[in-house]
């Protein structure tokens, strides 16, 4: 077999596992099977083959960890990606002075609690973040 049809061959199974664990790293050594490949097409020795692999698949792997590694995660209650509820609107009829109200929001009462800065006024809302069942709003 070619060497070239078998670094392809290599490169689709990191890509079929990768869709079925969800292991972006795989997918990342995916494209240093697809080097390799490349490098095999250009008639390059096995070994310089591999080391290619190596180092395009290697280096992929430690750039996107370092780019994963820098992102700032919110914790679950405020983090849109976990409740879809963040950074909806509510209307507010009134508050009481604990800076506490209920508002109807998907068609239910929710207690919703003022998160802002100031004194909070009857208006529109964003949700910032979900404690239990209690909406924590913020001026929008």
């Given at each position: 077999?070619?060497?070239?049809?078998?670094?392809?061959?290599?490169?689709?199974?990191?890509?079929?596992?990768?869709?079925?664990?969800?292991?972006?790293?795989?997918?990342?050594?995916?494209?240093?099977?697809?080097?390799?490949?490349?490098?095999?097409?250009?008639?390059?020795?096995?070994p310089?083959?591999?080391?290619?692999?190596?180092?395009?698949?290697?280096?992929?792997?430690?750039?996107?960890?370092?780019?994963?590694?820098?992102?700032?995660?919110?914790?679950?209650?405020?983090?849109?990606?976990?409740?879809?509820?963040?950074?909806?609107?509510?209307?507010?009829?009134?508050?009481?002075?604990?800076?506490?109200?209920?508002?109807?929001?998907?068609?239910?009462?929710?207690?919703?609690r003022?998160?802002?800065?100031?004194?909070?006024?009857?208006?529109?809302?964003?949700?910032?973040?979900?404690?239990?069942?209690?909406?924590?709003?913020?001026?929008?």
């Amino acid at each position: 077999m070619n060497q070239a049809i078998a670094w392809w061959i290599v490169a689709g199974l990191l890509v079929a596992a990768e869709l079925a664990t969800g292991t972006f790293y795989l997918l990342m050594l995916a494209v240093g099977a697809a080097a390799a490949a490349l490098a095999a097409h250009l008639g390059l020795s096995l070994p310089i083959q591999m080391v290619t692999g190596a180092v395009i698949g290697g280096a992929a792997v430690a750039l996107w960890h370092m780019r994963r590694s820098k992102q700032v995660r919110l914790p679950a209650h405020a983090d849109r990606d976990v409740n879809l509820d963040i950074g909806q609107t509510v209307q507010v009829q009134h508050w009481a002075k604990d800076g506490r109200t209920t508002v109807k929001y998907r068609g239910a009462d929710w207690q919703a609690r003022f998160q802002g800065e100031g004194q909070p006024h009857s208006g529109r809302f964003v949700i910032r973040a979900v404690d239990g069942n209690c909406l924590l709003l913020d001026a929008a």
